[in-house]
Nanobody, 124 residues
């Protein structure tokens, strides 16, 4: 299984970006996919997750600004990021696993498969 993240870039405060994460090698029919991010000098943190049922979950810091979604073929997950702030600057990683339970959606250890990361830079 391979996850390929893309869509990062540089934007100004208030701008928008859409990240994509393409899955290859296998089709997941259960579990979840998620986005995490790691800012310079900080630990990786949960951003958002989507279960294959399409239920979505967000960190409080991005709620109302970010939207996670996936294609019907379950091979691509998106993260639409609006109203970006300088504190959103980070490397964004996508992750996936078939065995994620709801109570552990925001935990890195729940995901066996990870993409390589894509850099998002928001300038003020």
């Amino acid at each position: 299984v391979q996850l390929q993240a893309s869509g990062g870039g540089s934007v100004q405060d208030g701008g928008s970006l859409r990240l994509s994460c393409a899955i290859s090698g296998r089709t997941f029919n259960r579990g979840a996919m998620a986005w995490f991010r790691q800012a310079p000098g900080k630990e990786r943190e949960f951003v958002s997750a989507i279960k294959w049922s399409r239920h979505t979950y967000y960190a409080d810091s991005v709620k109302g600004r970010f939207t996670i979604s996936r294609d019907s073929d379950k091979k691509t997950v998106y993260l639409q990021m609006n109203s970006l702030k300088p504190e959103d600057t980070a490397i964004y990683y996508c992750a996936a696993d078939e065995g994620v339970i709801q109570s552990a959606l925001s935990q890195m250890r729940s995901y066996a498969y990870w993409g390589q990361g894509t850099l998002v830079t928001v300038s003020s």
